[in-house]
């Protein structure tokens, strides 16, 4: 994920992540303390794997998948390639310690970047670390697994036939299961990811979308592979933090007083995948530019892969107010 709206100066950083409550565009003060409790998983809860760069609207999606009782998420997984890498999981033990949630195993990427990806700008993964909108109190730690993320995955869809990754990142990992784990990867549910965009501006020279332009090549290996893919585009996201997220610890989630809240790309995702018919989709085969205008969208014709055309932005609050109440 990329929030172009926290290249801030540091020291409204600094202000904005000493002050005791978050507070929007508007000056709406978002309500500090705990969560209340998330309810009961169900006995059929969906098994996921979350695949993540922990930008902020990345923490409001997995904190959206953690709560929902159709969801039980086994693992969280970060790419180097992403706009943070591991070096940012500090992130995460004050995520799981401010939701009050034990934390599931956490797997950092192995897998370099391909020589068609173009990194992220440094200063865009500053930002998502200093202006989280999480308490950094250092009440959290967490230490990640040895295991590589690819092989953490793989290890997962052998144990939980159907599994689900819910990818937020660049899908370097996802990709690397595919290549060297192919039995595995076979016996994923699906991938669900924030990649791509098929009419919007361009998100930068030669990058259409950054998710994809992070690490373009495996992005389309996912597309051609053997599992269910639906991408949500940035094209339907609707701009602006919704109101659903309002509340404790992901009300203040990517927010910089005085600055315009970025589109929460990840959280939208995350929603489609639990609530689907909060979308419209259109099936197909297509294609993404991977050189050029990478992560540029084109359908060439009937096929499996998914592609989100529209969201009811209603349905998805209606989402987010269900789990963060």
């Known amino acids: 994920m990329r929030l172009r709206a926290l290249l801030v100066p540091l020291a409204v950083a600094v202000l904005a992540a000493c002050s005791p409550a978050a507070s929007d565009v508007d000056g709406e003060v978002f309500a500090a303390g705990p969560m209340s409790p998330a309810a009961a998983k169900q006995p059929d809860a969906?098994?996921?794997?979350?695949?993540?760069?922990?930008?902020?609207?990345?923490?409001?999606?997995?904190?959206?998948?953690?709560?929902?009782?159709?969801?039980?998420?086994?693992?969280?997984?970060?790419?180097?390639?992403?706009?943070?890498?591991?070096?940012?999981?500090?992130?995460?033990?004050?995520?799981?310690?401010?939701?009050?949630?034990?934390?599931?195993?956490?797997?950092?990427?192995?897998?370099?970047?391909?020589?068609?990806?173009?990194?992220?700008?440094?200063?865009?993964?500053?930002?998502?670390?200093?202006?989280?909108?999480?308490?950094?109190?250092?009440?959290?730690?967490?230490?990640?697994?040895?295991?590589?993320?690819?092989?953490?995955?793989?290890?997962?869809?052998?144990?939980?036939?159907?599994?689900?990754?819910?990818?937020?990142?660049?899908?370097?990992?996802?990709?690397?299961?595919?290549?060297?784990?192919?039995?595995?990867?076979?016996?994923?549910?699906?991938?669900?990811?924030m990649a791509g965009t098929v009419d919007s501006e361009s998100h930068a020279d030669?990058?259409?979308?950054?998710?994809?332009?992070?690490?373009?090549?495996?992005?389309?290996e996912v597309l051609a592979g053997p599992v269910p893919v639906t991408v949500l585009p940035d094209d339907p996201v609707p701009p602006g933090a919704p109101d659903g997220l309002a509340g404790p610890v992901v009300g203040g989630l990517g927010r910089v007083p005085g600055f315009e809240s970025p589109k929460y790309w990840d959280l939208a995702t995350a929603g489609t995948f639990v609530a689907g018919s909060a979308a419209t989709t259109e099936s197909g085969t297509w294609t993404v530019d991977t050189s050029e205008d990478r992560g540029r969208l084109r359908r060439t014709g009937d096929g499996p892969v998914r592609v989100v055309t529209a969201l009811d932005p209603a349905a998805l609050d209606e989402v987010y107010r269900s789990v963060f109440r």
Do not use: K
């Not at 092989?151 to 159907?162: F, K, N, Q, S």
């Not at 030669?206 to 389309?220: H, L, T």
């Open 46 to 193: 969906v098994p996921v794997v979350v695949d993540t760069d922990l930008a902020p609207d990345d923490l409001a999606a997995l904190a959206l998948l953690l709560r929902h009782p159709r969801v039980r998420v086994v693992a969280v997984t970060v790419p180097q390639t992403g706009e943070l890498d591991c070096r940012g999981t500090g992130l995460l033990g004050d995520f799981f310690h401010a939701l009050e949630t034990a934390p599931p195993p956490v797997a950092c990427g192995s897998t370099p970047r391909g020589e068609d990806g173009v990194m992220f700008p440094p200063e865009w993964g500053a930002g998502a670390l200093m202006n989280s909108g999480l308490p950094r109190d250092g009440g959290g730690e967490l230490t990640p697994v040895r295991t590589p993320a690819a092989e953490l995955i793989a290890r997962l869809a052998r144990r939980h036939p159907g599994l689900q990754v819910v990818a937020l990142a660049p899908l370097t990992e996802v990709a690397t299961v595919l290549r060297e784990h192919p039995g595995a990867y076979a016996r994923l549910g699906g991938v669900t990811t």
């Open 206 to 220: 030669g990058v259409g979308e950054w998710n994809v332009g992070a690490d373009p090549v495996p992005f389309a």
